[in-house]
Structures are given as C-alpha cells and as structure tokens.
C-alpha cells in the first residue's frame, strides 16, 4: 500500500448497557445520521424482547441471537480460465459480525410487524431460536461453501 494505514475508531459504549456491541449495531440500525433515533428504536426493541421472553435477560438473547446469524464461511467469486467459480473462504472476525447485523437488520426492516422496533424485536427473538430470514441466510450461505468445497484449493 502506499499510503499509510487508516486509524481504527474507538467505540464508545452505550449509555443504558455499557456495550460496544450495542453501539456498533446502533451505529448500522441508524439511517440519515440520526444516532438518538437509532437508540431508541433499538432500547423499545430490547423492551419488547424483555416482555416476551421473560426468564432471560433480553442483552443476552440479543448476543445469541447475533452468534446464531454470524456466517463463519462464506463464497466470493474468482475468474479462473475463462470461467467462474463460488470459491468459499472464511470470513475475518470484524467482517462476521458486520455481516451479521446488516443481515438482522436488513430482514427486521423487511418484517410486516407496524414499527421498526416491533420487526427488530421479532427477527432478535427468531434468530435467538435458530429461525427467521437472518438465519436462513447463514445457512444457505453455509450450504454454498459446502456445495463450492471442491474449488476451494482456487483460493489464495
């Protein structure tokens, strides 16, 4: 590269859980700039969550459910001699967990509950129990690489 590397941002956590995690979600969740607007639509989110699955604490549903949705392989394409192949490769840490909050999100927005807050709550409680569109990305990711295994050795 020539030019000098870029300097990594610190996240500050957030206010109410004292978690990066919630802010880096936060900050994906937020559209046109609007940062408190984002926060609250997560905080309602986490409430409704907390008044459907009582015995858990709703953080830690929220964790889980990003774990389960967190693709661990994943298929680029690669021209190899005129022709071109899924090649899977595994996915950096900081990419797993982007990926997988665009994917919560991305299918919470396409939900057909009434507000943002109720399609985000929906698709956490979902992916926590291994369910919902997020999760069947993951898995139909997974089965692309392991359909593709053949032409991993294209991948350097």
């Known amino acids: 590269m020539r030019r000098r590397q870029a300097k990594?941002?610190?996240?500050?956590?957030d206010p109410k859980f004292k978690d990066v995690l919630v802010t880096k979600f936060v900050n994906n969740l937020m559209m046109h700039g609007k940062k408190s607007v984002a926060f609250t639509i997560f905080y309602d989110a986490i409430d409704i969550v907390q008044e459907k699955v009582k015995d858990e604490n709703p953080l830690d549903v929220f964790k889980k459910a990003l774990t389960n949705v967190t693709p661990?392989?994943?298929?680029?394409?690669?021209?190899?001699?005129g022709a071109t192949f899924q090649i899977p490769t595994p996915v950096r840490d900081n990419r797993k967990q982007s990926l997988?909050?665009?994917?919560?999100?991305?299918?919470?927005?396409?939900?057909?509950?009434?507000?943002?807050a109720q399609k985000l709550a929906a698709e956490i409680i979902s992916a926590a129990k291994e369910e919902g569109a997020a999760f069947k990305k993951k898995e139909d990711m997974h089965r692309m690489a392991e359909a593709n295994k053949a032409f991993s050795h294209f991948r350097f």
Not at 8 to 13: A, E, F, N, Q, W
Not at 100 to 116: C, D, P, Q, V
């Open 100 to 116: 997988a909050m665009k994917w919560l999100i991305g299918f919470s927005r396409k939900r057909n509950e009434k507000t943002m």
């Open 8 to 13: 990594k941002h610190t996240i500050l956590p």
């Open 72 to 81: 661990g392989v994943e298929v680029r394409s690669r021209r190899v001699g």
